[in-house]
């Protein structure tokens, strides 16, 4: 980098050329993780239909990739602390775009899964280092806007992956759309790969249990980190779990929509793009403490809305569960990235494995509620962890005091 790419610090601040590079970077990098994460959440009837599976086996597509993200995002994290935030990155998308090159070639559903899994274990490598990347590089000040950009480079990436693997699929097939995701992600990681900064304030840390258990030990005696990555696990299942199942619902009688149609719904995640943004700045202005549970009363609104008959209510109510949902876990995440110190990249770790974790046990149990009770028993199980979350940010989160970080 040349001199004038960062503060008289070291860090990257706004208008300069480094920070833009990282910006887009970061936001390219959470678009194909999430484009490839969640291209087959629209096309699960597909999936149930070409292999003769049950809703709920079929929601394993999105299930096996999170489940082994979740897994892996704390030895990525502590490889990531050994060897350096940029080369864990770049590889991860590189190697999660061959494997999502592979995936249309699969002749049964158990080869479908593996390649999910494998998928998810090589995308961990980025999210696990992504949020320690921008603690450590992004000015403090500017730190919620950056971080905000990056949940929003996730939030256009669920939205552009899902609306293309439905559209591909109904004009040739869901084995062309996963190709198609592939390519994504191909030439995501080229773009990654020539804009992404270097490291100025990265630290190389031994990979030690002991050290591991200690940090482990450390950020689970914080007063908010708890709290953060149980928020972490009760939002991403509410989310989950919500689109899992909305094809389905929509696809079936009375509404009957087509995968087109339903694939465009999923344009909604275009405003958790701009909710990301917003919160970040509104984060940096108000506090973390007195935003977080808004947006969680956000979310509990729009979901009440999505058990209406009226098409146009529904499609209301899941715009609002979405800007909520993107706008709280931007301020969750980069709560998390303040408050951890020098134990960023295993906070950041912890905090997503929660997340993932969260999407794959309570997107599943959503399909067996979708079974007995339809509609009804999904919002049931997602208003109850909705709530959840709520009494947490409001009754706990919201009273605990700023740490040295944050």
Sequence with gaps: MSTDAADE????????????????????????????????????????????????????????????????????????????????????????????????????????????????????????????????EVAPRVQGRAMGLYIAGNALGGMSGRFLSALVAEWS????????????????????????PDS??????????????????????????????????????????????LGFRLMDAPFSLSQTTIGAIFGLYLIGTLASAWSGHLADRHGRRNILWIMVAVMATGLAATVAQSLLIIIGGVAVYTFGFFAAHSVASGWVGRRAGERRALAAALYLSSYYLGASVIGTLSGLAWASLGWMGVALILGACVLATLLLARLHLRRIEPSSQA
Excluded at 203 to 226: C, E, G
């Design 200 to 245: 100025r304030h990265f630290t190389a840390r031994a990979a030690r249990p002991a050290r591991i258990l200690s940090d482990v030990r450390a950020l689970f005696a914080d007063a908010a980190m708890p709290s953060l990555f149980l928020t972490a696990f009760l939002l991403m299942g509410a989310f989950i779990g919500l689109y899992n199942y």
């Design 173 to 196: 097939s869901w084995r062309v759309a996963l190709g198609v995701l592939g390519v994504l992600g191909a030439i995501a990681a080229v773009i990654f790969w020539r804009s992404l």
């Design 9 to 136: 610090h070291g860090f990257l601040d706004v208008g300069t050329p480094a920070y833009r590079r990282a910006n887009l970077a970061m936001f390219v990098g959470g678009f194909a993780t999430f484009a490839m994460l969640y291209g087959t959440q629209p096309i699960l009837p597909l999936l149930r239909d070409t292999f003769a599976i049950s809703p709920a086996t079929a929601s394993l597509s999105v299930s096996a990739g999170t489940a082994a993200l979740a897994l892996l995002l704390i030895p990525a994290s502590v490889l990531s602390d050994r060897i350096g935030r940029i080369r864990m990155m770049k590889a991860s998308l590189a190697l999660a775009a061959i494997v999502a090159l592979a995936s249309p070639f699969v002749s049964n559903f158990d080869q479908h899964l593996v390649l999910r899994a494998l998928l998810g274990a090589a995308l961990a490598g980025l999210p696990a280092a992504a949020m320690a990347y921008l603690g450590e």
